[in-house]
């Protein structure tokens, strides 16, 4: 398509410029980004969705550097993928074992490994940069508090303090591993932009400027040259111009979000991929003790939303129907089944339940007023939902629960704030209700996502800022329940400590789950092959998830 | 000379007035960068609390400062032109990212004005020297075009001429496969092309303003009895328009011209972001949807200084143009 | 920025209320022999300030030979403009708005209603479609009508208060307040505009259109100040102010009674002007994701519509009303101020163009005989 596209551009874009263009009009069309142009090379182009011209970063222990650093050009240890929850990937380690206590961690490195300088990358390497993690506090962000030393040239052995099974991940999963040779010489390593990193992975930095830049194939790669010569990664101002543009055909894989994908890209060798993840949900400031205020402490109210939410049709108007449905436990439905419980195996029923909504309120001493709202004690059942400006497909979906839980007795009032308030508003506890979503861990584990959102460590009195339990939500017997499973690596354990989170969390229910949220990655299929599909998940797809897009792009193909 | 002083002595302090009020502006923005940077983040991979700390240990470090510590910082910054780093493109300075940003705005949005300007005020200027005439009566209907949003107008023939006709590219500053930013002629050849659809909407939106005005300073001018008289001596009609009547009555053209450069950098938040255009407009934009202080700043600086400068030079320039004014000052 | 093209009026005008503004007082005679040449009261518009500056001097000397006495106070009747085909036709197409969008939102029903029926095209129950959610287009296009047309409405009268005690009080009153009335306004007019509404109104919580409205009329007084205080400048030093003063009535009155009638029609025409800009700007900053929460205006509904992928799906009834409405409305008020500005300056009128001709004529031929030498 893209040729024939092109042509026809070149064609019209020649008459319309005449003469003071004629120049461009030649050139402009002549280089066709993708698989089998005149050089014979094969660029794959990739917009990751970040809006906004790029900066020089790549530093891969600063949040913030370009998305390509962190699984493109510096490669972990092991890869975990999130979306099969499999065993991890060997990448620069070959295999890794714990002791019987979970205290002791010891890695055999994969041989043969060289930095695209050509050094040698060995065991030294791994020990230098989790000692530069432990130098800098700044690049600690998985809260690594072990110490590694060299056994051999091919072995380290990290030492923990307390079990760290499950922390571990983050270490082995989540670091990059840099070169001694160069970080040692770096004065300032938490302000350096890294402009000529040097690495390990499928493809290195071959040139840069703010609106695009190009990675090309590391011809001593160890897993061997990845098949596609060049990455062009492009800036662009969001989903609309992104689509315009790869309906041009000069994109080649993109994670964006638009509605009807299909009948847009009808016609085109476009195809996508859609992979909800994270978990969208109302957020509650669920806990009077912790200083929240409202109708929404009382676990009832809770249920009631919970039970008059019609999530079929706010999937169909808000969300294109794209997302998913949700366990009531918070686990990926598949992905997690051996962690569910079997009395929640059930997803959160599309169609609502008015009357257990009503029996819900009634149960706990409300009653209809005059204006057909519940009320106690003189307090209405009106909630404030905060939401996002210009998150179009949350407003929408709050105006429809809006008019759904008017049904129930219950009224929804959105409340439209900057994405700074939202934020700000979310970590001090300053809100009733919140739409948004709830995030996955580093691996396909569960725990990540309790520790996160339900332990009691992460959370602050309102007014404080608090870590991500953004609903204030403490109960001991789930922080012991989440501290267990965290330490053990007996499936059956864990499991049975999953069930314990899961029977106090859902009759809780601080966060009020409504679907998983769609995530699309859109993917020209004319030449290029090999894309991640719903059937063959051998990463997550979408170009701007760490670590999955090293794995993605050393994976697909030139077509023919 | 009292003249000129009494203008330089008026910049220097609105200078310092906006100076001030830019540095206190952002700060009474809400929000605090961490908390946005780990919101965002979260949506794309995991985000512990040991890497909250991390990030206020990198970024929450000014904000600890008094404010008056900060005031002083900022103007001390401005006159060594460092104006810090930026938190939205971490650790890139803000010097570096105006500067990426500035010749795109400057160059494509500039060109746009101008083109705008030589075109309202031609135009102008005929449709008042035959006023009544068909180019007169059109003058209404140029100026619906300034009612359109320009927005909805860019944004209808990006769709119309690009995405349906693909006469023009989509988005970007330049095509990557054709060369990259340097001054060899691919290059020149190819950012022309892709700067030529937002300069046309500019044009488009922005001539009848400048033609409007043009053409009531013509009607007025020509109603003057030096023109009757330069009639009267039988000066032939074309040197009357131009020598004559134009060249005054495009004066005030002229000065609001040069104030409108100075809005260019501001204007152009719109343009690229419906052209995906690289620029001071979309940087900004980023700067604030970021909390990023220092990045708004610096770019609040480079708006500011535009706009002063283009005044200051109206008013020499009218100095020189209009003897009375020098004669008086 | 969106309004930037209604910002380049603004600027025509502010340039030329500078470029009088720069003419220091001492010049003040020459003013008054100009001014004084002129048949319909006030002047005002920038143009005509403005045409002091590019008049040569041979102007100075006819008007000085030919001088009109003073009119005192003006007729009321010269300050409304003669209804031309064009002032009815914008006077009608406002009017047309303005009804639908009061009378609108009261017979159309909830626009933020949710069907099960997105994107249907025009027709049948809904004649301008849905939307992406199944909400009635024209249901929200009547409450974004009122809306708009309020943030229009609002900005101007706060724009035109705010512009009137900077450019009209401090240009007559003088001395140090005038300059530091002069140098506020410039310093305001400096500042970017876009960016400081963006600024002020994410600091404020809940952003309602009221608050928009405030910050808009904020950012957007100080053009038109600019253009009042030179033309209050001009006015101030005119015969029957100077009389007034001299007679010892009171500054305010003088003020209210002498200064003002004479500034209506430029008032008016700065009123119309800041409608516009105020409606594109909310616009603008609606596209840009900044606009009022909540509350439907043209803009948050073009907002919506571009989110919606509009274009690309080709939901046009659902992006091309809006922004038609925009234009329409923009194009009216335009009308009505051109028909303001011939008020002003009455050369401007097509009309009169035989008759002026005729008049210079006549003029040339006379004041030739008063032994100026051509």
């Given at each position: 398509m893209s040729h024939a596209m092109k042509r026809k551009r070149a064609t019209v874009a020649g008459v319309m410029l005449a003469s003071a263009l004629t120049l461009t009009a030649c050139t402009a069309p002549t280089g066709d980004a993708n698989g089998g142009d005149s050089s014979g090379k094969s660029e794959v182009v990739v917009y990751t969705g970040v809006t906004g011209d790029f900066a020089e970063n790549f530093n891969p222990f600063i949040e913030g550097n370009l998305q390509s650093t962190r699984g493109v050009i510096y490669e972990p240890l092991f890869f975990y993928n999130i979306t099969s929850g499999g065993d991890p990937e060997p990448l620069l380690g070959e295999s890794f074992e714990f002791n019987e206590a979970g205290t002791e961690l010891t890695i055999t490195m994969r041989d043969g490994v060289k930095w695209s300088d050509g050094e040698d990358l060995t065991a030294e390497d791994v020990v230098y940069t989790f000692e530069l993690i432990t130098e800098v506090p700044a690049f600690n962000t998985a809260g690594y508090d072990g110490q590694a030393e060299l056994v051999d040239e091919k072995t380290v052995k990290f030492t923990f303090p307390e079990p760290s099974f499950t922390d571990a991940v983050s270490y082995i999963g989540n670091t990059p591993i840099v070169p001694e040779h160069i970080w040692a010489e770096k004065t300032d390593p938490t302000t350096d932009q890294n402009a000529e990193p040097i690495g390990s992975g499928a493809f290195t930095l071959s040139e840069f400027n703010s609106q695009n830049y190009l990675l090309a194939a590391n011809e001593e790669y160890w897993g061997g040259r990845p098949e596609i010569d060049t990455v062009r990664y492009i800036s662009l101002t969001g989903n609309q111009s992104a689509t315009d543009t790869l309906l041009q055909g000069e994109i080649d894989l993109a994670g964006i979000f638009l509605p009807d994908v299909e009948g847009v890209f009808k016609g085109t060798p476009l195809e996508y991929t859609n992979t909800p993840l994270n978990q969208t949900s109302f957020f509650t400031c669920s806990d009077e003790a912790q200083g929240c205020t409202g109708p929404q402490t009382d676990v009832a109210v809770r249920t009631a939303i919970y039970n008059a939410l019609n999530r079929d049709q706010l999937n169909s108007l808000a969300f294109s129907s794209y997302n998913g449905q949700m366990s009531p436990t918070y686990g990926l439905l598949e992905r997690d089944e051996k962690w569910i419980a079997d009395e929640f195996s059930e997803p959160v029923p599309g169609t609502p339940n008015v009357?257990?909504?009503i029996e819900a309120l009634e149960g706990a001493g409300y009653a209809r007023g005059s204006d057909g709202i519940f009320a106690k004690d003189g307090e209405r059942v009106s909630l404030t939902v905060q939401v996002v400006t210009g998150w179009t497909d949350y407003i929408a979906a709050i105006d429809a629960s809006a008019e759904q839980l008017l049904e129930a007795g219950i009224e929804l009032k959105p409340a439209q704030v900057s994405f700074q308030e939202w934020t700000a508003n979310k970590?001090?506890?300053n809100f009733q209700l919140s739409l948004d979503s709830l995030g996955q861990g580093v691996?396909?584990?569960?725990?990540?996502?309790?520790?996160r959102y339900f332990h009691s460590d992460n959370t602050a009195p309102v007014g404080e800022t608090s870590g991500q339990n953004f609903a204030r939500y403490s109960n001991a017997t789930v922080d012991q329940a989440i501290?267990?499973?965290?330490?053990?690596?007996?499936?059956?354990?864990?499991?049975?400590?999953?069930?314990?989170?899961?029977?106090?969390?859902?009759?809780?229910?601080?966060?009020?789950?409504?679907?998983?949220?769609?995530?699309?990655?859109?993917?020209?299929?004319?030449?290029?092959?090999?894309?991640?599909?719903?059937?063959?998940?051998?990463?997550?797809?979408?170009?701007?998830?760490?670590?999955?897009?090293?794995?993605?792009?050393?994976t697909i193909k030139p077509a023919n | 000379?009292?003249?000129?002083?009494?203008?330089?002595?008026?910049?220097?302090?609105?200078?310092?007035?906006?100076?001030?009020?830019?540095?206190?502006?952002?700060?009474?923005?809400?929000?605090?960068?961490?908390?946005?940077?780990?919101?965002?983040?979260?949506?794309?991979?995991?985000?512990?609390?040991?890497?909250?700390?991390?990030?206020?240990?990198?970024?929450?470090?000014a904000p600890d400062q008094g404010i008056l510590e900060q005031y002083w910082v900022y103007l001390v910054g401005i006159f060594t032109g460092n104006l810090g780093i930026s938190i939205t493109y971490y650790p890139v300075p803000v010097v570096e990212i105006i500067g990426q940003a500035l010749p795109w705005t400057l160059v494509m949005i500039g060109i746009g004005t101008l083109l705008a300007f030589i075109v309202g005020v031609a135009l102008g200027m005929l449709a008042g020297w035959k006023r009544g005439s068909w180019l007169d009566n059109l003058v209404p209907v140029t100026t619906m075009f300034q009612a359109v949003p320009y927005f909805w107008l860019a944004l209808v023939l990006l769709y119309i001429l690009s995405v349906g006709l693909g006469a023009f590219p989509v988005s970007g500053g330049y095509n990557y496969n054709v060369a990259q930013p340097g001054f060899t002629w691919d290059f020149v050849g190819t950012a022309i092309y892709h700067g030529t659809l937002p300069a046309l909407t500019i044009v488009i939106s922005s001539f009848g303003g400048w033609l409007l005005g043009m053409r009531n300073m013509m009607v007025s001018t020509l109603s003057e009895d030096y023109i009757v008289t330069a009639e009267a001596k039988g000066l032939r009609p074309m040197r009357i328009m131009t020598a004559y009547a134009a060249r005054n009555a495009v004066l005030p053209s002229v000065a609001g011209f040069a104030i409108s450069l100075g809005f260019v950098v501001s204007g152009s938040i719109v343009t690229e972001q419906v052209f995906s255009y690289p620029g001071i407009g979309s940087t900004l934009l980023q700067a604030v949807n970021n909390s990023d202080y220092a990045l708004m700043q610096g770019l609040f600086l480079v708006i500011t200084l535009a706009v002063l400068g283009a005044n200051l030079i109206v008013d020499l320039l009218y100095g020189v143009i209009d003897p009375r004014t020098r004669a008086n000052g | 920025m969106a309004h930037e093209s209604s910002r380049t009026v603004d600027d025509a005008e502010t340039a030329s209320g500078d470029a009088a503004a720069t003419v220091p007082t001492s010049g003040r005679t020459e003013k008054e022999i100009i001014f004084s040449d002129l048949e319909v009261p006030a002047t005002a518009s920038t143009?005509?300030?403005?045409?002091?500056?590019?008049?040569?001097?041979?102007?100075?000397?006819?008007?000085?030979?030919?001088?009109?006495?003073?009119?005192?106070?003006?007729?009321?009747?010269?300050?409304?403009?003669?209804?031309?085909?064009?002032?009815?036709?914008?006077?009608?197409?406002?009017?047309?708005?303005?009804?639908?969008?009061?009378?609108?939102?009261v017979f159309l029903g909830n626009p933020r209603s949710i069907r099960d029926i997105g994107r249907t095209p025009p027709g049948g129950e809904f004649l301008l479609g849905t939307t992406q959610t199944g909400q009635d287009v024209l249901a929200q296009l009547a409450h974004?009508?009122?809306?708009?047309?309020?943030?229009?409405?609002?900005?101007?009268?706060?724009?035109?208060?705010?512009?009137?005690?900077?450019?009209?009080?401090?240009s007559y009153v003088g001395g140090w307040l005038d300059e530091s009335f002069s140098l506020f306004t410039n310093i305001m007019l400096v500042i970017p505009g876009l960016p400081l509404v963006i600024v002020i109104s994410s600091y404020v919580e809940d952003k309602t259109i009221w608050v928009l409205a405030v910050v808009l009329a904020i950012t957007s007084w100080a053009a038109s100040a600019r253009v009042l205080r030179s033309v209050t400048l001009s006015l101030r030093s005119r015969d029957y102010v100077a009389a007034a003063?001299?007679?010892?009535?009171?500054?305010?009155?003088?003020?209210?009674?002498?200064?003002?009638?004479?500034?209506?029609?430029?008032?008016?025409?700065q009123f119309v002007l800041a409608i516009i800009a105020a409606i594109l700007a909310e616009a603008g900053l609606s596209y840009l994701g900044l606009g009022a929460s909540g509350t439907f205006t043209w803009g948050t509904m073009l907002f919506q519509a571009q989110n919606g992928f509009a274009l690309t799906l080709g939901t046009w009834w659902w992006f091309v009303p809006p922004g038609i409405l925009i234009a329409v409305l923009g194009g009216a008020l335009s009308l009505v101020n051109f028909a303001i500005d011939e008020v002003v300056n009455p050369k401007l009128r097509t009309t009169t163009l035989r008759k002026d001709k005729k008049r210079l004529k006549k003029r040339l031929h006379t004041t030739t005989e008063g032994g100026v030498p051509v």
């Open positions: 009357d257990a909504a970590s001090n506890g691996a396909a584990d569960p725990y990540y996502l309790y520790m501290d267990a499973a965290g330490s053990t690596l007996d499936e059956a354990v864990k499991a049975e400590q999953y069930a314990v989170v899961q029977a106090e969390i859902v009759r809780d229910m601080p966060y009020i789950p409504i679907l998983v949220n769609s995530a699309l990655t859109i993917y020209n299929t004319d030449n290029v092959q090999g894309w991640p599909t719903e059937d063959n998940l051998y990463a997550y797809p979408r170009p701007d998830r760490a670590w999955d897009n090293g794995i993605v792009l050393k | 000379m009292r003249y000129i002083a009494r203008k330089l002595g008026f910049y220097a302090v609105a200078l310092w007035g906006a100076l001030t009020v830019n540095f206190l502006l952002p700060r009474m923005l809400p929000g605090n960068p961490v908390d946005i940077l780990v919101a965002k983040l979260s949506a794309r991979g995991p985000v512990t609390d040991e890497l909250r700390d991390s990030l206020e240990l990198l970024l929450g470090g | 143009n005509m300030a403005l045409r002091k500056n590019s008049a040569s001097p041979l102007t100075a000397t006819f008007a000085a030979v030919r001088t009109n006495p003073p009119k005192k106070a003006p007729r009321w009747r010269s300050v409304l403009p003669p209804m031309t085909p064009k002032l009815a036709t914008g006077l009608i197409l406002i009017a047309a708005i303005v009804l639908f969008g009061v009378l609108g939102p974004a009508t009122q809306g708009s047309l309020l943030i229009g409405l609002v900005v101007g009268v706060l724009a035109l208060i705010l512009s009137m005690i900077f450019g009209v009080i401090g003063r001299v007679s010892g009535e009171k500054s305010w009155r003088i003020i209210v009674v002498e200064i003002l009638p004479n500034l209506i029609p430029v008032l008016a025409s």
